[in-house]
Nanobody
Framework: QVHLVESGGGSVQAGESLRLSCAAT????????MAWFRQAPGKEREGVAS????????YYADSVKGRFTISQDAAENMLLLQMNSLKPDDTAMYYC????????????????????WGQGTQVTVSS
């Protein structure tokens, strides 16, 4: 079992930046891929970015490419998401998730791949 705790959310103006962190504890040796998802009110949860460190694979949703950067601090068992040039459409609850498999490029956003989830951290971007 992997326990995940997100932090770093907040309220910012459009164009500003935030850095989200996700601390992983427990059976972290079982983790192969990690990802950030988000869910806005009234909308389905969607993939933001995923990383498979051992393969060096990183994937992003088209809506965040060039603005968000996912990374891993393996020594600290931390997953990070640097979010720049934030837009009001980025407003959502952001969730960290882990998978026991190395997710492929055409399926990295499938929720069913990820077995462990955090409670989320709220990001609000005002115009």
């Amino acid at each position: 079992q992997v326990h995940l705790v997100e932090s770093g959310g907040g309220s910012v103006q459009a164009g500003e930046s935030l850095r989200l962190s996700c601390a992983a504890t427990g059976s972290t040796d079982s983790v192969r891929s990690m990802a950030w998802f988000r869910q806005a009110p009234g909308k389905e949860r969607e993939g933001v970015a995923s990383i498979w460190p051992r393969a060096g694979n990183i994937y992003y949703a088209d809506s965040v490419k060039g603005r968000f950067t996912i990374s891993q601090d393996a020594a600290e068992n931390m997953l990070l998401l640097q979010m720049n040039s934030l837009k009001p459409d980025d407003t959502a609850m952001y969730y960290c998730a882990t998978s026991p498999i190395g997710v492929a490029g055409n399926t990295w956003f499938r929720i069913g791949h990820y077995l462990s989830w955090g409670q989320g951290t709220q990001v609000t971007v005002s115009s």
